[in-house]
């Protein structure tokens, strides 16, 4: 993180999103869910909205009927931020069947030459073009293995067709193979061990309701979460509202930036509490936006936080009588 020379204090206005309460949360926060195998992603969203009796709500990233695992959703605001979910990477453990026996070593090896670039056409079931795409697997890994049944982790982009890739690695032992069941154990950041089963939510609320909000308040997650992979800017207080109008971000109100910051790249803007303020684009590099004392340091593309949450700190130039 660069850092100008001196960083401004922060000022009575906003909040630390840790400190936001259970209504600010379902106003602009994400929740991971354990979906069962079943119900499809937008039942199980579905039913996450009649719990929560919330009106915005999205998922990331669509799980098969079959597939069980890491469903985030996103509640009220940070459902802009769905597609950053779509992207990320993910990891799951599949479960995977052979047709007739292979040596264990014959096994790993083949699953080995499948790490890094591969091509995929996605299956007929898929609701996509069936066209060949490439994805990036980066890691797998054999958790168990007994006779033609193989437990296996994979690391890999969004958009890897786990079940295509069983059939392709039997293909290449010649001997065939079947995804027999798979389940996502990372989608992004968000892990399996911070998914909550449906009923866990359900009685979470139910104690809400009876003047108990811990346990519900530890499965809200800020939306700021969904932001991670990004690289950040932030901005000196007087600069928020502004940008929360739409306006771009001018070199004189960022305060912090990551030092990776390329031009052109996608950049999330931050406040000194670390809320979301909204997405643009860097209008010139890191180290280029850190030495400038005027011009534009981001085109912003997509507001997150409301106007009015910080003080106005700009005015509009008067037109000319």
């Known amino acids: 993180m660069l850092i100008r020379d001196k960083a401004p204090r922060t000022s009575g206005r906003g909040k630390a999103p840790e400190e936001r309460s259970i209504e600010e949360l379902l106003q602009a926060g994400v929740l991971v869910l354990d979906k069962m195998q079943g119900p499809t992603s937008h039942q199980a969203t579905a039913w996450v909205r009649d719990v929560l009796k919330v009106d915005r709500i999205g998922h990331g990233g669509t799980l098969d009927p079959n597939v069980s695992g890491v469903l985030p959703i996103a509640l009220g605001r940070a459902t802009r931020l769905t597609d950053l979910v779509l992207r990320s990477d993910k990891q799951y453990v599949c479960h995977m069947k052979l047709h007739r026996d292979r040596p264990e070593a014959k096994v790993?090896?083949?699953?080995g030459t499948f790490v890094g670039d591969i091509y995929q056409v996605p299956p007929v079931r898929a609701a996509v073009k069936r066209q060949m795409r490439v994805r990036r697997v980066r890691s797998i890994d054999i958790l168990e293995m007994g006779g033609r049944e193989v437990l296996f982790r994979v690391d890999c982009d969004a958009g890897t067709y786990i079940r295509t890739l069983c059939v392709d690695v039997g293909e290449a032992l010649g001997v065939g193979a079947n995804m027999a069941a798979l389940r996502r154990t990372r989608s992004g950041s968000m892990v399996e061990d911070q998914a909550i089963t449906l009923q866990d939510l359900t009685d979470a609320v139910v104690r809400w309701k009876e003047?108990?909000?811990?346990?519900?308040?530890?499965?809200?997650?800020?939306?700021?979460?969904?932001?991670?992979?990004?690289?950040?800017?932030?901005?000196?207080?007087?600069?928020?509202?502004?940008?929360?109008?739409?306006?771009d971000l001018a070199c004189p109100g960022v305060v912090e930036l990551d030092e990776s910051i390329a031009k052109g790249a996608t950049v999330a803007m931050m406040t000194l509490k670390g809320e979301a303020i909204g997405l643009g684009i860097a209008a010139a590099a890191a180290v280029d936006l850190l030495k400038a004392t005027d011009g534009l340091a981001?085109?912003?593309?997509?507001?997150?936080?409301?106007?009015?949450?910080y003080a106005k700190g700009w005015t509009l130039r008067q037109r000319p009588a």
């Open 211 to 247: 003047g108990d909000p811990t346990w519900l308040r530890s499965m809200l997650i800020p939306m700021e979460v969904l932001l991670e992979p990004l690289p950040h800017i932030i901005l000196k207080d007087s600069a928020v509202d502004a940008v929360c109008h739409g306006a």
């Open 298 to 309: 981001v085109r912003t593309q997509r507001v997150l936080m409301p106007p009015g949450t």
């Open 108 to 111: 790993r090896e083949v699953l």
